[in-house]
């Protein structure tokens, strides 16, 4: 969907810029080759890479177990739900079940990340709109009760690696579990505040309304996943579609957008964390007793048959995907990740074509990329 | 009415302002130096080798096994095994580590070591400031520095380290049981 340049007489007004690795707003070491007429962005060449740190090939040297922390690392925001992903993956490798309560736990830490994740985003976003600071300190103080509470769970605040082939690592106690519903009822109570101090604001509206556009169609064949693709009025959830873990017994909605407009994709993270909060109400009032990790799983030496399994959950970003290849020895012989970031960073062209540069850093904020995650 | 949103969030600032002056939940900020959070009890950054008395050469529990250097993700874990043995709790006679050596610089904090550790040898320290100038030496600890007394992992992991301690202690009680039965078996 690239447009033509204009005329030859025209050229000499067309810029090239380089935004980034360094650019404050690029959310991490991404880079954009923008061509500019004036203001208006021509055409938009995304440059990532500079994170590379060979997270696939590594897994392959590595045992199953080790690279779990590893997908900490990828997207590490939220290292709860990478991994799940990946535990998930290895559990269909090597056919583990997982006890009642480990799905509750993770279900729970999981909607905890989302929470995290998305109040994060927004506040970034905002940021990125020049709202320097008072969001995104609101956001990074609701943010901090969650990350106390996966210090207190799993030992880190982000670099959790909690999850086990065929459970979780520790168990959560009865007081952790009373912390998590206190930070989860106060959690609507922010949302209220972070709405009363953002969703009306015309600033805001007059910023991100009609800007960067998504079509449907587009978003469906690019394969763009999560939020994105739910502001563009498609009502694709994982949790919902695939029914992993035990999110078939909670009742939630699925927002959905109308537009596909920067601000949809923002109300898509503010009502998502409400549905979140819900599933996280469920969870923590039916969280069963028994044991938290699968009594057969050994932690290590884990040599799963030979075969293939891919796994993918809803990560707050997309659909994030673990596809193994087993050849029977104790490391993978083929590790893929399919990283949401990445694959909806695909559509950042169509949507910046015809935009202000001042536009590209708010399109780009929408998307909500972590370059762990799209460089690997 | 345009410009309505607008009053909406200042007036929500202002009462995240003036609530700061009175209301605790809403004044987070800690001057980190001088001010400090408690350490959350399972919080873990760097890994130390447990020696039990007071002599860290005599008490290292670790017996060379190597198991941890396999399984470390990304490698930081250097062992040299003993060429001599010497007894461990129970009496048993073991190898320890001539060489002993965590690279500060690569360790990511994982945990995996402790996990995979059959001996209790190693565990998580939550001592965060490793901050130093000197980024060859200073940085790769060797046994010397790893070494920490039991009654550290005691006093920081209270909850995990007693459950370690009774499962020792049955280990040695019933080491000795044998051990006592032993003797009367060779006399029959």
């Not at chain 1, 939630?252 to 909060?277: A, I, K, Q, W």
Request: charged share 25%.
């Amino acid at each position: 969907m690239t447009q033509a340049l204009p005329p030859e007489a025209e050229q000499d007004e067309v810029m090239e810029i380089s935004m980034g690795p360094q650019h404050p707003s690029t959310h991490g070491v991404f880079r954009m080759d923008v061509r500019l007429d004036g203001e208006r962005v021509l055409r938009l060449k995304p440059v990532f890479g500079y994170l590379h740190r060979n997270h696939e090939k590594i897994a392959e040297a590595a045992s199953y177990l080790a690279e779990i922390p590893y997908t900490d690392r990828l997207d590490y925001l939220c290292s709860m739900t990478n991994n799940w992903g990946y535990a998930l993956a290895v559990e269909k490798l090597a056919g583990l079940t997982v006890p009642e309560r480990a799905e509750y736990i993770r279900v729970i830490v999981s909607e905890l990340t989302r929470l995290q994740n998305h109040a994060g985003m927004v506040g970034f976003l905002l940021q990125d709109m020049g709202a320097s600071g008072t969001p995104l300190m609101y956001a990074f103080r609701e943010r901090e009760k969650v990350l106390d509470l996966f210090e207190s769970l799993s030992g880190a605040r982000m670099m959790c690696n909690y999850m086990r082939f065929g459970g979780v690592r520790v168990d959560c106690s009865a007081e952790w579990l009373g912390q998590a519903a206190k930070v989860v009822g106060g959690f609507g109570g922010f949302l209220d505040e972070f709405e009363q101090l953002l969703t009306g604001n015309e600033i805001l509206m007059a910023r991100t309304q009609g800007v960067g556009v998504l079509p449907r169609e587009l978003a469906i064949n690019a394969g763009v996943t999560g939020p994105g693709l739910r502001a563009s009025g498609v009502n694709y959830d994982l949790r919902k579609v695939d029914r992993y873990g035990v999110y078939e017994r909670f009742q939630f909605r699925v927002p959905l957008g109308e537009h596909g407009d920067v601000f949809d994709r923002y109300m898509m993270r503010v009502l998502e964390m409400r549905e979140s909060v819900k599933i996280l109400e469920q969870a923590l009032r039916d969280i069963p007793s028994g044991p938290f990790i699968d009594p057969k799983a050994r932690l290590r030496g884990l040599r799963p048959k030979v075969g293939e399994a891919y796994a993918r959950i809803e990560s707050p970003k997309g659909e994030l995907g673990f596809y193994l290849i087993s050849d029977g020895s104790p490391n993978p012989y083929r590790y893929r990740v399919r990283p949401p970031s990445l694959i909806n960073l695909t559509v950042l062209e169509d949507m910046c074509l015809g935009q202000n540069i001042a536009d590209v850093v708010v399109i780009l904020g929408s998307i909500d990329i972590v370059m762990g995650e799209v460089d690997r | 009415m345009l410009g309505e949103g607008i009053v909406k969030g200042l007036a929500e600032t202002a009462r995240n302002f003036v609530g700061s002056f009175i209301d605790k939940d809403r004044l987070v900020t800690v001057q980190y130096p001088e001010e400090r959070l408690p350490v959350a009890e399972a919080a873990r950054n760097f890994p130390f080798l447990i020696y039990d008395g007071v002599d860290q050469e005599e008490g290292l529990r670790c017996v060379a096994c190597q198991i941890c250097e396999k399984e470390c993700p990304p490698r930081c874990i250097h062992i040299e095994k003993s060429k001599d043995k010497k007894p461990d709790f129970i009496g048993k006679q073991q190898f320890y580590p001539a060489v002993f050596d965590i690279d500060v610089s690569v360790c990511m904090s994982c945990q995996i070591c402790v996990e995979v550790c059959p001996f209790d040898a190693i565990r998580m320290d939550n001592n965060f400031e490793l901050s130093t100038d000197d980024r060859f030496a200073g940085l790769l600890w060797s046994k010397e520095k790893l070494a920490m007394p039991n009654e550290h992992y005691l006093a920081i992991h209270p909850t995990e380290a007693a459950e370690v301690e009774a499962r020792r202690a049955e280990e040695k009680a019933e080491a000795e049981a044998k051990k006592a039965s032993q003797p009367a078996a060779v006399a029959k």
